[in-house]
């Protein structure tokens, strides 16, 4: 009996997806609730699993493709999954006998490039079959080993394998003038267009300013151990005081909290708070939802939990839409300045920045102080100047003097 594998119902904000990976090759067998193919949409990567046991029987769709809501995928053919296992080891028995490694105690002839290249991604020339004549290792079958070293992890079972990450930079050895190709991610892309969109549709602007980081950091310091101890394991960082700073600043300047749809104005009377995070397939803001009733606690544990699931590639459609306002955080990776994008139909995107130790005049006197650059980045046709520099301001009265977001002074 034939079983449709068919995409899964897509929402309304995804048109459309593209077959990422089949986990499975034609012949081979399928358990039921195994994972057989990942479908890459602009915005997540949806599973589709197997719904009984059973043998891949047909690929219709192959990788690359593009494929709507509901359509067919390939087929699984019911029960026979037991016949199905040595036949389909036959085939891959094969190539083995035609390039083998040197055998033990032999030295594998290779060129002075492939063995450079062997080096210097620690692998053992004896243990690569040469395709070369007379079984003379080549750059080729170097890179080749190089590639399947990266892949093993990938050799796992299916059901614990994360999504699909983007194709990674491929090795090249020293002195080659060589070019790999590979296409775009449908989120990279969508990531692109978007950006592109938003610089070619916005009155973009950026402003600054620099916020003193040590009362935060004596609080952290004084209470994250208890923190940590009282929350069962949560993590007292810096991003929860700049979202809880941010929800009381958006309080206070609504129009940075709003968005433009068509000729109308939105202004929302929620701060649902969107978190940029970086993930092996590209950047994806999930979204912390009425963020102004969360704790710090739940805030930190929101951001960890959305920083594991797109570590995973689990982040669900549900978890990145929406959003009123998102901050940016290129400080972990050691950026000091920079003008974010705003993410549409947004008007504002906040930037947070590396923590560098500067002198600072302090009534009279030269302070080391650990200080942060700040930039909100606007639409100024719906922000205007003195609008987000007084945001900005009241981002850092609430950041150097945390008791205000206590007291809300």
Excluded at 82 to 94: D, E
């Amino acid at each position: 009996m034939a079983i449709e594998i068919k995409a899964p119902t897509f929402p309304e904000s995804v048109a459309d997806g593209t077959v990422a990976t089949w986990h499975k090759k034609v012949g081979e067998a399928v358990k039921r609730d195994e994972l057989i193919v990942d479908i890459e949409t602009d915005k997540v990567v949806i599973e589709v699993l197997a719904e009984a046991d059973g043998v891949l029987a047909e690929i219709i769709k192959n990788e690359g493709d593009t494929v709507l809501s509901n359509e067919l995928l390939g087929k699984l053919s019911e029960g026979g999954a037991a016949a199905a296992a040595p036949a389909a080891a036959a085939p891959a028995a094969a190539p083995a006998a035609a390039a083998a490694p040197a055998a033990a105690g032999e030295d594998a002839i290779l060129s002075p490039a492939a063995r450079k290249l062997a080096e210097e991604n620690g692998i053992d020339p004896n243990s690569i079959a040469g395709t070369g004549k007379g079984g003379r290792v080549t750059k080729e079958d170097v890179v080749a080993a190089v590639e399947a070293k990266k892949n093993a992890p990938a050799a796992a079972p299916a059901a614990a394998k994360p999504a699909a990450p983007a194709a990674e930079a491929p090795v090249f050895a020293a002195g080659d003038r060589v070019e790999k190709r590979v296409p775009m991610t449908r989120l990279r892309a969508k990531v692109a267009e978007r950006l592109v969109e938003a610089q070619s549709s916005m009155a973009m602007l950026t402003t600054f300013n620099e916020v003193n980081m040590k009362p935060i950091m004596d609080l952290r310091n004084k209470y994250k151990d208890l923190f940590e101890k009282k929350h069962n394991g949560v993590r007292l960082g810096f991003m929860s005081f700049f979202v809880k700073a941010a929800t009381e600043a958006l309080k206070r300047f609504p129009g940075v909290n709003a968005s433009i749809d068509g000729n109308d104005i939105v202004y929302h009377g929620y701060q649902d708070i969107g978190v940029a995070v970086s993930s092996d397939r590209g950047l994806v803001v999930p979204v912390l939802r009425n963020a102004e009733f969360m704790s710090l606690a739940e805030i930190e544990n929101g951001i960890a939990t959305f920083g594991k699931k797109a570590k995973d590639g689990k982040l669900s459609i549900e978890d990145m839409t929406g959003g009123t306002f998102t901050i940016s955080n290129g400080g972990v990776f050691g950026s000091l300045l920079s003008t974010p994008i705003v993410n549409p139909p947004q008007t504002a995107i906040l930037g947070m920045h590396k923590i560098q130790e500067r002198p600072m005049a302090v009534n009279g006197q030269v302070v080391i102080l650990p200080m942060m650059y700040l930039a909100l980045s606007y639409d100024h046709r719906m922000i205007d100047g003195k609008e987000a520099v007084s945001f900005l301001v009241a981002m850092k009265d609430l950041l150097e003097d945390p008791a205000r977001l206590l007291l809300d002074v």
